[in-house]
């Protein structure tokens, strides 16, 4: 008889922070030969009870975990002897393996713990334990913080401070000690504002960049933790820091708008050594540090660029031995943010290297890279030449009909970086603090003709994980999916970004509100966004006013719905997709206070009358506008406002019961129920059977918010038909609000043809309309080609709306159970539509690898499915006839892991436990 055991190949470490957000560190582990896939142990961590979540993987179907064992120990040899001397949780009895919640001895600063799990499977049989994973505590106090804030708090030689675009050297910052003992660990705690890297004995920590993440600064800043033991030797060694403006000292003033300065770069460091004898020694910044602004980076700044003189170098500035007797002491400056917590997001890398596919030049020494690619990140510059050589990289989308750039969409932003040479030979040379978004970088100053190996575009985004694959007959589909790629991680900078290249780059709410569980397929950013609901709480006014731009560098708190009630539907996702309810714990308070605050300031007699954006860039009627202005394309903003706040209400309500509020889930329940009266008392036309003015967004928020009277949903249904087909020629009528939900309301209501219609349409208003035209990402505006330049982003994903969503769970049928999250339970209906033949599709959910891959060959259906251990689905075939479906070529009713549950709508349902199947039958 065959061994039964659970392969466990995905370790995470998963925490819940001081401010509620769930992160997790992945290791993969495979206990039959111990070679591990990928592994990451986080370090410095700031909360107490760490959630710890698993994998499991078996070559059995049907399997499901009945219990586990968890170890943490206070050290490798302590795990390896089974000795759980901080946490032994002993045989329970659960199927649980995400968010386990860590109910060991209490962790103090700095500690390290290593742990590992195994399980039991369906029938009793224990699996081997889990490779070793790790975790280290960060400063859990302020009081643990001894490191003073450090800087530079003024202008010095050719910095300007005073000009609209501010100009700013970077900050050198450097410290000597000496060691005498041997090491057994030393620890780094840094938080460098705006940006930093990080230096031991001249060698930079880490490959992150644009480090640390951004925030609410007024309220909270980030650190990172490094292991620097290996780095840290006997005798004299050298820490040094270098600092950059990033979002803290603002490169703007008042252009497009105001935008908040926080003051000038500075830095709090505190490096913590422990010694074999079990001494400790602490190095902190404070004012016997050294610093300098007369380095080579004469300026960065994110919008308009980073100019580098290589004539200026110092060299050894942050290694042993250096004279820095003309150098000034440190600053002891002001906090550079009241609160410091351990950044528990993915760092900031460069994730793929881009080759230009050729070169023009457009006048006597201007040449033109195209890089084939819009992407967001920095060029590398190779060159030779002689020194005080000054070449310029000028970073833009599009061409002009002539070759030249195309700016006017950049507005303000000069986007250039500009790299002065040393002249000894082969120099290379790519920015640390500022990024760009671009296909094209004009080239000018460069000494002779430079050849294709002159520039490599670094594409650069937070190191998540790729999370989801797709690919369907369709090229058209396949193209709007690759750019939908492209220009959802290019708009990831540690929050979500509206745009990558203007003098803009905003984490504005509305642009991400549906879209972000569509990225969710795409990517691992279940860190990223719980970290960004942090960032809005913070943002969040005393009277319970959200911003509509979080962190608040543009403060706009217009108390707009639509925007704001971001903030809800993504931690709802969070918790749909990622099983984290944390999110929903944690700012509870904070969407309550919001909700009322919004009710008592704005809702007259149930309609809520607030609206600020309308249903932003939904397609003009003519090319060269932005905004339509004929009335009856334009949706009603107390019909937008009131949906939306009915929702809110509905998410409440769920939020309430999660975390045990019945009380509260009846005053919401009470609310809804007068705002569904109101609305439809002022909105329904009983003549048209429509609400509002009949746009197609009105009457698709109102269904997919539930306002409708069942016996009136048909009827209002039909009018977003008629309006799609007759008035748009089958094209879509909405912008970002009605985008969110149409693609599967459209399909919920039976008409998959017409959404089919709208991902495949490539002419005026479509996403294959941009693709037909040149684009490699999305654009910001459906006439992105012929509109005006001043709001005219060539990436931008907001418009997306639910497409992606609906790419994954209606094409390929990879859809969750919100009443089982996470993928707990997979409902498994894939699309037959329109002239696919072919959609294959997966997903890594929280409980492990999902497929769906379908093929249709005349009156024959073919697909293959993977469920993840300790997860089930329910899956739908496109037929009645029971006898014509076979699993691997046995009849389907002879496999014990396939339950017949029932018929319906022409199709027959079968519940399916884990494993990997494959299914064929007759049409």
């Known amino acids: 008889m065959k061994k039964l055991f659970i392969l466990l190949f995905c370790l995470f470490l998963s925490f819940t922070t001081s401010f509620g957000q769930k992160n997790q560190s992945v290791a993969s582990i495979l206990p039959g030969d111990l070679r591990c896939e990928r592994m990451i142990n986080p370090l410095g961590i700031d909360v107490v009870s760490p959630r710890l979540s698993w994998i499991s993987k078996s070559d059995q179907r049907g399997q499901i975990q009945t219990a586990y064992q968890i170890i943490v120990a206070s050290s490798l040899k302590n795990l390896q002897a089974n000795k759980g001397d901080i946490w032994d949780s002993k045989k329970v009895v659960s199927d649980e393996n995400l968010n386990v919640l860590y109910a060991g001895k209490s962790l103090k600063s700095g500690v390290a713990c290593f742990w590992k799990v195994k399980v039991w499977d369906k029938s009793g049989v224990a699996s081997s334990w889990s490779q070793p994973a790790q975790w280290s505590m960060g400063l859990l106090n302020d009081a643990d913080w001894k490191g003073k804030w450090i800087g530079l708090d003024k202008a010095v030689g050719a910095d300007d401070i005073h000009s609209e675009a501010s100009r700013l050297s970077a900050r050198m910052l450097r410290k000597e000690f000496a060691t005498t003992k041997k090491i057994k660990r030393a620890t780094a705690y840094v938080c460098g504002l705006g940006l930093f890297e990080f230096y031991v004995n001249g060698q930079k920590i880490g490959d992150q960049v644009l480090a640390p993440a951004l925030s609410e600064y007024g309220k909270r800043a980030y650190y990172n933790t490094f292991d620097v033991t290996k780095q840290i030797k006997g005798g004299q060694n050298a820490i040094g820091v270098l600092l950059g403006n990033g979002r803290y000292f603002a490169p703007?003033?008042?252009?497009?708008?105001?935008?908040?300065?926080?003051?000038?770069?500075?830095?709090?460091?505190?490096?913590?050594?422990?010694?074999?004898?079990?001494?400790?020694?602490?190095?902190?910044?404070?004012?016997?540090?050294?610093?300098?602004?007369?380095?080579?980076?004469?300026?960065?700044?994110?919008?308009?660029?980073?100019?580098?003189?290589?004539?200026?170098?110092?060299?050894?500035?942050?290694?042993?031995?250096?004279?820095?007797?003309?150098?000034?002491?440190?600053?002891?400056?002001?906090?550079?943010?009241?609160?410091?917590?351990?950044?528990?997001?993915?760092?900031?890398?460069?994730?793929?290297?881009?080759?230009?596919?050729?070169?023009?030049?457009?006048?006597p020494g201007k040449f033109i890279f195209d890089m084939g690619q819009n992407l967001v990140g920095w060029s590398r510059l190779t060159v030779k030449g002689a020194k005080g050589t000054t070449v310029a990289l000028r970073f833009a989308e599009t061409l002009l009909p002539d070759g030249q750039l195309y700016l006017a969409n950049i507005r303000s932003a000069k986007v250039t970086d500009k790299y002065t040479l040393k002249g000894n030979g082969v120099e290379v040379y790519e920015p640390r603090f500022t990024y760009h978004g671009y296909r094209f970088v004009e080239v000018t100053g460069f000494p002779g003709k430079p050849d294709l190996s002159a520039l490599e575009g670094k594409v650069v985004y937070d190191d998540m994980a790729t999370t989801g694959s797709f690919a369907t007959s369709n090229k058209t589909i396949n193209t709007i999916y690759k750019n939908a790629y492209w220009g959802i991680r290019g708009n990831y900078r540690s929050i979500p970004t509206d745009c990558p290249q203007r003098d803009e780059r905003q984490g504005w709410l509305g642009d991400r509100a549906m879209g972000s569980k569509g990225e969710s397929f795409v990517f691992d950013n279940s860190k990223l966004y719980a970290k960004w609901m942090q960032d809005i709480e913070d943002a969040q006014r005393i009277d319970g006013s959200v911003p509509d731009v979080a962190p608040t560098y543009w403060q706009i708190y217009s108390d707009n719905i639509t925007w704001p009630g971001a903030y809800l539907i993504i931690s709802n996702m969070l918790y749909d997709q990622f099983g984290n309810v944390e999110p929903i714990r944690k700012h509870y308070d904070s969407f309550r206070k919001w909700v009322l605050y919004m009710k008592g300031k704005y809702l007259v007699n149930g309609i809520l009358v607030k609206d600020t954006y309308g249903d932003w860039c939904m397609p003009p009627e003519t090319p060269s506008l932005i905004h339509s202005v004929d009335p009856s394309r334009k949706t009603s903003g107390a019909v937008l406002s009131t949906t939306y706040y009915y929702e809110m209400l509905t998410l409440m309500q769920r939020f309430a019961t999660l975390l045990n509020k019945p009380a509260d889930a009846k005053e919401y329940s009470d609310l809804a129920a007068v705002v569904y009266k109101a609305y439809n008392n002022k909105f329904y036309d009983t003549f048209y059977n429509c609400y509002g003015n009949n746009t197609a967004t009105a009457n698709l928020l109102s269904l997919a918010y539930g306002l409708v009277p069942d016996d009136k949903k048909t009827a209002v249904f039909n009018n977003i038909v008629t309006k799609t087909e007759k008035d748009f020629n089958g094209h879509i009528s909405t912008g970002l609000v009605g985008a969110q939900q149409t693609m599967r309301l459209l399909t919920q209501y039976g008409r998959p043809d017409v959404a089919y219609k709208l991902t495949t349409n490539t002419d005026y208003p479509s996403w294959g309309y941009m693709a037909e035209h040149g684009a490699t990402t999305i654009w910001e505006l459906w006439n992105g080609n012929t509109a005006d330049p001043s709001m005219n982003s060539g990436n931008h994903v907001m418009l997306l709306g639910d497409l992606v969503i609906w790419y994954y769970e209606n094409l390929a049928g990879i859809k969750g159970d919100p009443d089982q999250p996470a993928f707990k339970h997979i409902i498994m209906n894939p699309l037959m539509v329109g002239d696919l033949k072919f959609v294959n599709a997966s997903f890594k959910s929280p409980y492990g690898l999902i497929v769906s891959e379908w093929k249709k060959e005349d009156n024959n259906f073919e697909m293959k499915i993977e469920v993840p251990v300790n997860s089930k689905a329910t899956v739908y075939f496109p037929t009645t006839n029971l006898s014509s479906i076979t699993e691997s070529g046995n009849p389907i009713q002879s496999i014990k892991e396939i339950k017949f549950e029932k018929t319906e709508n022409n199709q027959s349902v079968f519940q399916v436990g884990s494993g990997i199947y494959t299914f064929k039958m007759s049409l």
Do not use: C, H
């Open 252 to 363: 703007r003033a008042k252009v497009p708008t105001t935008m908040v300065s926080y003051g000038f770069p500075k830095a709090i460091i505190q490096l913590a050594i422990e010694f074999e004898d079990g001494s400790q020694k602490t190095i902190v910044s404070d004012g016997s540090w050294k610093v300098s602004a007369s380095g080579p980076i004469i300026s960065n700044n994110e919008y308009d660029g980073e100019e580098y003189d290589a004539t200026k170098e110092i060299l050894g500035w942050n290694k042993t031995n250096f004279n820095d007797s003309k150098w000034l002491n440190a600053e002891l400056v002001k906090p550079g943010s009241p609160k410091l917590s351990a950044q528990m997001t993915e760092p900031i890398k460069v994730k793929e290297t881009v080759k230009p596919i050729s070169i023009t030049e457009v006048s």
